[in-house]
């Protein structure tokens, strides 16, 4: 019997969607009838694939197992197919995070959606700021590519407090 071929980890196969990527670009760029056949085969082929796909979704057992996959997760939302709403993968990821803003002195939460466009509240500050900026974003993204946008939204400042006692005294020097 022969030895089942070496599976992929996510890094390996986030190395070959890149790769894939692209061979597309350059496939697109070919001229003419040989580079329109070539782009034909390859829709015919992700159309075909993403049939296979749904009807494995529809007889598994357990489609959780299908969701929690990284690159499972990513071939049921580019063929129109996931299970989970937009807002429910962006809330999970979202949560994962959680912990690790917190580590830094934040919070993160989804503020909303719009038009492709994630609304995240984000309060973390100093230097490191940015940095889970990115990773927000990038989380976001990786679990909800149909999206074309992350922004952070940030929350309003507090309202000062003011004495009422200092509303009811004159200002230095006027009136007197």
Known sequence: MADAPARLDDPAVRERLTGLDELLER???????AGELALEAVSALAEVYGEALARALALAAEPAGFVADELLGHLLVLHGIHPDPVERRVERALDEMAPAVRERGGEVALAGLDDGVARVRLTVSGCGAAGVEDEVRTAVLAVAPELREVRRETPPPA?????LGSLMQ???GVGT
């Open 170 to 172: 004159r200002p230095a």
């Open 27 to 33: 496939v697109e760029q070919i001229p003419g009838p």
């Open 159 to 163: 309202p000062a407090f003011v004495p």
